[in-house]
């Protein structure tokens, strides 16, 4: 009789287990709204759109996550500053389909509502060297439903037919809405919603007019600062002419996003990274903050522009990536900053720059169309010198990247994946160990093949143990346990007491 009784706990117990199990994985389910924004082609307004929508959104009190499906970090920064939450790139040569599963699950744990933003024409795919992927390959991968914006310029009826198409061109892709942009009038948009419900079941949310003065999203000679005036007119536009109402309704039908208990897990608070955001620094992979923080960081956001100090009890300093070039004058006449960070960093502080931060350490730069010459923190004996005028993103290239010496990231050999930032070049004035070899998304053979033809420059300097210069900006979701070992070495660091000294 004690067997039996045994037994019947025992099968009572696994049945309690598996019931636990099940439960538990459904809470870590995220069945938040999910939907995407995508174009029929490229250059169909989806930018204008999506800001505007942002805008309304964030007016409305709706907290939204975004994640733009390609490695604009440009447009992330729009995003994250509209809606004040984080703003993942998912980029499919970046992240492989397991990765950017994970980067979406991070991004949208807790999210109130989380929207997809494409980057071409949803069926373009992109170049066999750069995965030969769609946006409607990424969509199929999340199982995220997608809002189609159409230009309407030169179509009425033919819309529906051309949203038709796109739905029977690949079943797996659910289009369950469409907004026609650049519509002339009141009687074409009447025509292509009448013409669109005769034919499908989507949705008509509404057609945008168009506008012969609208003003450019890369307005500005930092193209990451939008104004006021752009926001509110790309948001009035679609706030008399969209169904909102509409467009968050769709949303409550996607699927719950798959399974993946590592993106969840949260780690206990070990360390404070103070992370420098402002008009200078904020081009940041914004995935690896959401990184950081999981593995148990504290960030605190500080700016060198304009604060004196940097947070205080930080065991390390993050330097984006931004637009250094267009600051220099201010940086450098912050005394105060300036020396808090001479301060940390002589008193072993940890710290880790990337991108085009990286000049703000060197000992010169040179700027060479306008003549001028700008002495810079002298952390790094370098002089780095911008030799592009003005801002063009075919200065940013993906790049593969490769250790080559073990350092606070990765280990001698480890490969990861990033963005490399041309704006500027960096020429030692004396040995500096090289702890990054970088190889730009054409020859990632070359890099496999252990071939050395391209030029060390190219990559990140070890400055001691503690300090770290990289020319590229790492996408850390290639390998998460780079955020890992990021802040193991943190939190073994004795925060420095700042000493300010003289302005």
Excluded at 403 to 419: A, E, K
Aim: hydrophobic share 40%; net charge neutral; glycine share 6%.
């Amino acid at each position: 009789m004690n067997n039996i009784s045994k037994n019947k706990n025992n099968i009572s117990r696994n049945k309690t287990e598996k019931i636990n199990v099940e439960e538990t994985r459904k809470s870590l389910l995220n069945t938040a709204p999910r939907l995407a924004i995508v174009g029929a082609s490229k250059g169909a307004g989806v930018s204008s759109f999506v800001l505007g929508l942002l805008t309304e959104l964030n007016q409305r009190g709706v907290p939204v996550a975004t994640a733009k499906l390609n490695s604009s970090l440009i447009e992330t920064t729009h995003y994250r500053r509209i809606t004040r939450c984080l703003s993942h790139t998912l980029d499919p040569w970046l992240l492989n389909k397991s990765q950017m599963l994970s980067s979406l699950s991070r991004l949208s744990k807790g999210a109130k509502l989380t929207l997809l933003i494409g980057e071409r024409g949803l069926f373009d795919k992109r170049p066999a060297a750069f995965s030969g992927l769609s946006d409607a390959d990424i969509l199929k991968a999340s199982q995220t439903p997608a809002i189609l914006v159409v230009d309407a310029s030169a179509m009425t009826e033919n819309v529906a037919v051309f949203v038709l198409g796109c739905c029977n061109y690949n079943p797996g892709v659910r289009i369950i809405g469409v907004v026609a942009n650049k519509v002339k009038d009141a009687e074409q948009d009447e025509r292509i919603k009448t013409a669109i419900n005769s034919v499908t079941s989507i949705r008509y949310l509404g057609g945008i007019p168009f506008e012969h003065n609208a003003i450019p999203v890369f307005n500005n000679i930092n193209p990451s600062l939008i104004t006021k005036p752009q926001l509110q007119s790309y948001q009035t536009r679609v706030k008399d002419f969209v169904n909102i109402d509409g467009i968050l309704e769709l949303a409550r039908t996607a699927s719950p996003l798959p399974f993946d208990p590592m993106a969840t897990e949260q780690q206990e608070i070990c360390c404070r990274i103070g992370v420098a955001d402002d008009a200078a620094f904020h081009l940041v992979i914004q995935d690896n903050l959401n990184i950081l923080r999981q593995s148990g960081a504290e960030l605190k956001s500080f700016s060198p522009l304009s604060a004196s100090t940097i947070p205080e009890h930080c065991h390390a300093l993050y330097f984006p990536s931004g637009q250094v070039k267009l600051y220099l004058k201010e940086l450098f006449n912050n005394k105060q900053m300036l020396n808090a960070i001479r301060s940390f960093a002589e008193q072993g502080g940890m710290i880790y720059a990337e991108g085009d931060a990286c000049v703000y350490f060197c000992k010169e730069l040179e700027l060479i169309d306008a003549g001028e010459k700008q002495h810079g923190l002298g952390i790094i004996p370098a002089v780095a010198t911008a030799f592009m005028e003005k801002f063009d993103s075919d200065y940013f290239s993906l790049c593969s990247i490769r250790g080559t010496q073990n350092n606070f990231l990765i280990h001698n050999g480890g490969l990861l994946r990033g963005v490399r930032d041309g704006r500027w070049s960096l020429k030692l004035e004396s040995s500096v160990p090289c702890c990054f070899e970088l190889f730009d998304q054409a020859e990632v053979a070359s890099c496999k093949e252990n071939k050395r033809d391209i030029i060390a420059h190219n990559g990140g300097f070890c400055i001691g143990p503690n300090i770290m210069l990289s020319i590229a900006q790492v996408h850390w979701g290639t390998n998460p346990a780079v955020a890992k070992n990021f802040v193991d070495r943190a939190k073994e660091i004795v925060p420095p007491q700042i000493i300010l000294g003289e302005n």
